[in-house]
Every structure is written in C-alpha cells, then in structure tokens.
C-alpha cells in the first residue's frame, strides 16, 4: 500500500463496536484530508503495525482508501490540457455521486478542492471514475460517469 493514500470513513464512529484504543483513534483519525503516514505518525504506530489495522477496518467495511489519483493527482501531476473548473464543480459532483451513494458522496468528495487547483480534462475525469468505482451497480456507475463527463467544463 502506499502511504500517501487517504483512508475515507463508510459508517459513524458510533456504528463502530470495536474499543481497542490503537484502532479507534486510527478510525478517528481518518478523517477524509489526512494520508496514512500522518495518522500513523499521530497514532504513534509504525507502518506495519498501521497496516494491520486498517487492513482490518477495510475488511470490516468501516474505511475504505482512496485511489492513487485521488490523493496524488492535485499536487503531483502536471497539467496537460489546463482546465479550470467552474465554481461549485466539486458541489455538483457530490449531488450526482449522492443519488447513488447517499451522505457518504460528500465524505468522498470533500478532499478534492478545485476551486484553487488547475487541471486537465484527463485528470476530472480520472477523479470521476475514481469516484464511480464506488458505485456498485454497473449500469448507474456507467451513467453517474456519463452524466459528469457532460459537466466537464
């Protein structure tokens, strides 16, 4: 895994019955803007150890990561074609996620920020797919990237 990829929550800390402290605080810690190497330095865990416990929540159902492009894309890729996108982009995006999703869509949304990020069509689109993957249905997964590839500005 790679340390710079962003742990998202799937369910409240609430719905979560496990009370070891270590895995709580790593739970806790994810909280859509922080990469694995900052949780497992303020959780005070090495890597491995770090690992196996969200190797555990992701198996649980209670965090998932995100991709690559997601947590890479907005610092490190160079822009090809620029685009800027229009305000409200990213309000728009977590809408059409959310008739699919629900509330979670915000969560997944919420760590991109276009408003100060100049990219290229290839990257909005490589986050709509990567946003799409979480769509389970095949047929709305396919109309969810139809519908914002539309939007693209």
Not at 35 to 44: D, M, P, Y
Not at 90 to 97: C, F, P, Q, R
Not at 106 to 135: C, H, P, T, Y
Request: charged residues 25%.
């Amino acid at each position: 895994m790679q340390i710079d990829r962003i742990p998202i929550k799937l369910v409240e800390l609430s719905a979560m019955p496990i009370k070891e402290s270590k895995t709580r605080m790593m739970f806790i810690m994810a909280d859509g803007r922080r990469n694995l190497g900052e949780i497992f330095r303020q959780c005070r865990i090495d890597d491995q150890e770090g690992y196996a416990l969200l190797e555990n929540l992701i198996a649980d159902g209670y965090l998932r990561l995100t991709g690559g492009t997601l947590s890479g894309i907005l610092k490190n890729a160079p822009p090809i074609q620029q685009v800027t996108p229009f305000d409200g982009f990213a309000e728009i995006l977590a809408n059409e996620l959310a008739n699919y999703l629900g509330p979670v869509a915000r969560m997944l949304v919420k760590g991109v920020d276009f408003q100060e990020n100049v990219l290229s069509r290839e990257q909005l689109n490589e986050i709509i797919n990567d946003l799409a993957l979480e769509i389970e249905e095949g047929a709305d997964r396919n109309n969810f990237v139809k519908t914002m590839r539309a939007k693209v500005p």
